[in-house]
């Protein structure tokens, strides 16, 4: 079956855009997971979402916000980018909050 | 604080020479221990899910085993398409956890020819 499709694979933003990533999860998955990967952190827990409400959160500026649909896609906004974000942003699903969580490919976000 | 260490964090191996990578983690309840694999440019790849201390998986040439402090992912005969990024992630109990993964930093393994 298909896995978790994330979209799109590239970005290039300068400082002060906003930007929105959108990720499909595997067919049946209702729990989305974010996270932000960088060569110095790893990776670092964004928030998640299951059953269109956001029920964690990570040590994030509200810069980063996000939202799940009723169909279990979810997307993830940026606004007032700054250098330091330019990243790999990583979307992981599960069936539920405590199932495997299964990783798309990322978007890798470039902020010049 | 929750948090996972792996060491080491780069391992360079002869094809079939067996080696063990460690992941240490302190966590409030453990709720399950993760294996991953992640290539360049891809995401992390589902290896191994292990829930309680003594529990061991194998798949191929990996085995992971768990205790109550550490857990191991033992390769065994390793080929050059065994390299990639080796990434240890807890998930630990409580409501503030849901979906939550903590990662450590990952073991970067080549397998030489």
């Known amino acids: 079956k298909a896995g978790v499709t994330q979209t799109p694979r590239y970005l290039i933003k300068t400082r002060g855009q906003q930007v929105t990533l959108s990720c499909s999860p595997i067919?049946?998955?209702?729990?989305v997971s974010w996270y932000q990967q960088t060569p110095g952190q790893g990776l670092q827990f964004l928030f998640e979402y299951f059953s269109e409400t956001q029920r964690n959160k990570g040590n994030f500026p509200g810069r980063f916000s996000g939202r799940q649909f009723s169909n279990s896609r979810s997307e993830m906004n940026v606004s007032t980018l700054e250098l330091g974000d330019s990243a790999l942003y990583l979307c992981a699903s599960s069936l539920g909050q405590w199932n495997i969580q299964y990783f798309g490919a990322g978007t890798r976000l470039s902020v010049l | 604080e929750d948090q996972v260490t792996q060491s080491p964090e780069a391992l360079r191996l002869q094809e079939g020479e067996s080696s063990s990578l460690n992941c240490s983690y302190t966590v409030s309840g453990l709720r399950g221990l993760f294996w991953y694999r992640q290539d360049p440019g891809k995401g992390p790849e589902f290896l191994f899910t292990?829930?309680?201390a003594g529990e061991e998986k194998e798949k191929e040439r990996l085995k992971a085993t768990l205790t109550k402090k550490e857990s191991f992912l033992h390769i065994t005969a390793p080929k050059p398409e065994d390299s990639a990024t080796y990434l240890c992630a807890v998930q630990a109990e409580g409501s503030s956890n849901t979906g939550k993964l903590i990662f450590g930093q990952g073991t970067t393994l080549q397998v030489k020819p």
């Open positions: 292990l829930y309680s």
């Open positions: 067919s049946g998955h209702r729990s």
